[in-house]
């Protein structure tokens, strides 16, 4: 179809660069405040990203939701532009608002300009879209790069304050990441994350959040990749489902699932985003498992939490392995969050360019009542060890009830520390106490300690 005169399209694309820079959570900093602050917020975030990208020889394009695109002549700029639009925000405070962050997006191909009454307003392509995609998944702080020829050090003459500090080798600012594949993109998209900052704490990519913490005995001993997908099929009714996924082969798979291997047995629909590790399954078939449902609402323990407000907090999978979870500062809802602190949150990102994230942080009652226990029963006390004696318990079924301090506490064989010890009435166990379904409790993380016949 034409388009009316004079709008139209440059037909010979040209080489270039466009950066994607969006405000990190923005729609939390709209909630509570009036409009007139936070416009003015993101109207100066747009002109000092404008003002960057003109100093390094590039131009402004075009606002984006929350953001800006523009375009440069080479990587390099982009880059450049990139680490000192964040170094600004981190060091120089330039908006007093906590915790403001950006997530910036570049991508390096072919685009097509477009013009209007002969004046450039726009530029079309993937490479648009690549950076826009890859603005989105990077969370605060994080700068992802999608550049297909092999970094050479001629080509980007970085030149990062934070970086200077720990003498970092121009190689070691980028981490490769695994591809993704896009629609309307041929073949999978490279990705790099640029680690510009010297405090690991601040980055959301997989290598400096590692090395942000001590990797216990415990940790090292669990082997497994962790994949990333959509559950595309769910029986809600049976319990199990398909997960797709992209796999080594650079195409999309799918594998089973079984909600028993559900993490906290949290509810899951079609097209949740999860992450889980494959294992074999029946007849050596490949089965997810440790299946962590992106966006559902989880119970977890403070671990640590820095100054600048900055943490962890954990959870753990099927196997009782040890899940973090990365806290932001803007993601905690109550006042003095202290380690050891049980909290409710959403299990966000997931992507393998970021770490997990807890969102929406919310302190959680330390003394829940549980409407099913007996009158006089003491409450429990969330997060805390407990004994209870197993009063029912159905193998084939792979769920039960225990009683501690006159509750009832739930049992599933997904909590079970050693599945193949089967608690059986009159059975002691040792659990963490959770909350259950309407207000009741239930038993994760159980340990079976005697057989038979004793009580509380």
Not at 63 to 77: W, Y
Not at 210 to 228: A, I, K
Request: hydrophobic fraction near 35%; charged fraction near 20%; aromatic fraction near 10%.
């Amino acid at each position: 179809m034409n388009l009316p005169h004079p709008a139209s399209i440059v037909t010979a694309p040209c080489e270039g660069t466009v950066l994607c820079a969006r405000i990190h959570n923005a729609d939390q900093y709209k909630n509570g405040r009036p409009e007139e602050e936070w416009s003015e917020l993101f109207s100066g975030f747009y002109a000092f990203a404008a003002a960057l990208a003109e100093r390094h020889g590039g131009e402004f394009v075009k606002c984006l939701a929350s953001g800006v695109m523009c375009h440069f002549p080479t990587p390099a700029d982009a880059v450049q532009t990139a680490i000192e639009l964040q170094e600004q925000l981190m060091e120089k405070r330039r908006y007093p608002v906590p915790g403001l962050s950006c997530g910036i997006g570049i991508a390096t191909g072919a685009t097509h300009p477009v013009l209007l009454n002969g004046r450039r307003i726009d530029f079309l392509g993937s490479v648009c879209d690549v950076a826009a995609i890859l603005c989105e998944q990077a969370r605060g702080h994080a700068i992802l790069l999608h550049h297909q020829e092999p970094i050479r050090p001629s080509d980007f003459p970085i030149q990062s304050r934070a970086g200077a500090e720990v003498e970092r080798h121009l190689m070691e600012y980028f981490q490769e990441l695994a591809p993704m594949r896009l629609s309307g993109v041929s073949g999978p998209v490279r990705r790099l994350a640029i680690h510009w900052q010297a405090n690991p704490g601040e980055y959301l990519a997989v290598s400096p959040l590692e090395t942000s913490r001590v990797t216990t005995e415990e940790e090292e001993s669990y082997q497994g990749r962790h994949y990333f997908g959509k559950v595309s099929a769910f029986k809600k009714e049976r319990g199990f489902g398909f997960i797709q996924y992209y796999g080594e082969n650079n195409e999309y798979q799918e594998v089973y699932f079984h909600m028993t291997y559900v993490v906290h047995q949290v509810p899951v629909l079609e097209n949740d985003h999860v992450q889980f590790i494959i294992r074999p399954g029946k007849e050596g078939r490949p089965q997810a498992c440790s299946v962590l449902v992106l966006g559902g609402r989880f119970l977890g323990r403070v671990e640590s939490y820095a100054e600048n407000g900055t943490g962890f907090i954990t959870i753990r999978d099927h196997d009782s392995k040890i899940i973090r979870f990365f806290v932001l500062p803007q993601e905690v809802r109550y006042e003095r969050m202290q380690v050891d602190d049980v909290v409710e949150f959403t299990a966000g990102s997931g992507s393998e360019s970021e770490g997990l994230v807890a969102l929406q942080i919310t302190h959680h009652q330390e003394n829940p009542t549980a409407p099913g226990g007996e009158p006089g029963g003491e409450n429990l006390v969330i997060g805390a060890l407990e004994h209870a004696v197993v009063t029912v318990y159905f193998p084939e079924k792979g769920y039960g009830f225990a009683k501690c301090k006159r509750n009832s506490v739930y049992i599933h064989v997904s909590e079970l520390t050693e599945p193949e010890q089967v608690p059986g009435p009159g059975d002691l166990i040792e659990f963490e106490v959770f909350p259950g379904r309407n207000d009741t409790y239930r038993a994760n993380n159980v340990r079976l300690i005697k057989k038979k016949g004793l009580d509380l």
